[in-house]
């Protein structure tokens, strides 16, 4: 699996270029998109979106995540001026085997919901959607994103 995931990063990866780089891959199985998830492990810079089979592989640019960033901290200004409670589960990845969909967003957060939580670790089965999802689009079209989100019942993209 780690051979066929480097090849992948390989054509992704340009030395120097700012934009945000994506591919799609169709075919892929449940199974395979949950290797690659346990695979990369947590502390990796792309995203990963999978569909019925279509796996999105995306690798955010600087000023993607520099914008991703200011976003985070305006939802964090606007809850503590509200005197809101909030939980930010940054880009963890959301998923539901029983949809075959799964997406990591730029950042997410339960806000309303946030007393309905019963883990640290997220499950879809069992906890309620995330209130808020951020996804920055720069160059890329969030369109996959947008309906992995709705069959998910995220309520707010």
Not at 26 to 32: E, I, R
Not at 80 to 93: C, F, N, P, Q, V
Not at 130 to 141: F, G, K, M
Request: a negative charge.
């Amino acid at each position: 699996m780690r051979s066929a995931w480097r090849e992948i990063m390989t054509t992704l990866i340009q030395p120097a270029n700012q934009i945000t780089q994506q591919i799609a891959l169709n075919g892929v199985s449940w199974q395979t998109y949950q290797a690659l998830l346990n695979d990369l492990g947590d502390h990796r810079s792309s995203r990963l979106v999978y569909e019925q089979g279509i796996l999105e592989i995306i690798m955010p640019s600087e000023l993607h995540e520099m914008i991703n960033r200011l976003l985070d901290r305006i939802v964090t200004a606007l809850t503590e001026e509200l005197d809101m409670k909030i939980r930010a589960y940054g880009s963890t990845t959301l998923e539901r085997e029983d949809l075959l969909r799964g997406v990591e967003p730029d950042s997410c957060y339960y806000i309303q919901s946030v007393e309905q939580l019963r883990a640290k670790k997220l499950n879809l089965q069992t906890d309620p959607p995330p209130d808020l999802a951020i996804e920055v689009d720069i160059t890329s079209s969030c369109k996959r994103r947008f309906g992995v989100y709705q069959q998910l019942q995220i309520p707010e993209v």
